[in-house]
């Protein structure tokens, strides 16, 4: 998995994820909490980033502005997500960004998805 700093592509895609570190909303030390990037078929914005794990998962995080694009395709391009991380991505009761430096990428064609089996789960 690169991380977002070092990633070669100057871009993400739909289906992309960027694993944060730690929760945007639990706060520092909370554990790594993964976004989806999609389309929200506004062609006067740019594309979104949606929680797909933990509690709020399947909620919309943001919808990324226009100049968030890349520009030679429908992508957020990578130096502007870079240069306006610390606006976009803060934790929400502790203030300040959540850390750029462990943000991983897992691109849509290079991860799988398992199931896990963890003891507090119950039949329903």
């Given amino acids: 998995m690169p991380r977002l700093l070092a ?11 960027v694993r944060l ?5 639990l706060g520092p030390g909370s554990g790594p909490v993964d976004l989806l990037v999609f389309d929200p078929h506004d062609s006067a914005a740019g594309l979104g980033l949606m929680v797909a794990s933990g509690y709020k998962a399947g909620l919309v995080l943001a919808v990324l502005p226009a100049e968030s694009l890349f520009e030679k395709k429908r992508a957020i391009s990578k130096f502007w997500l870079i240069e306006n991380w610390d606006k976009w991505f803060v934790f ?6 959540v850390p750029i ?3 991983v990428i897992l691109r849509w064609n290079e991860r799988m998805t398992v199931e896990t089996c963890h003891a507090d789960r119950r039949p329903a």
Avoid at 7 to 15: K, M, S, T
Avoid at 92 to 97: A, F, I, L, R, V
Wanted: avoid cysteine; glycine fraction near 12%; charged fraction near 25%.
């Fill in 7 to 17: 990633l070669a592509e100057d871009f993400l895609i739909v289906g992309d994820m």
């Fill in 21 to 25: 570190s730690d929760n945007y909303d």
């Fill in 101 to 103: 430096v462990d943000t």
């Fill in 92 to 97: 929400t009761y502790q203030g300040g960004p």
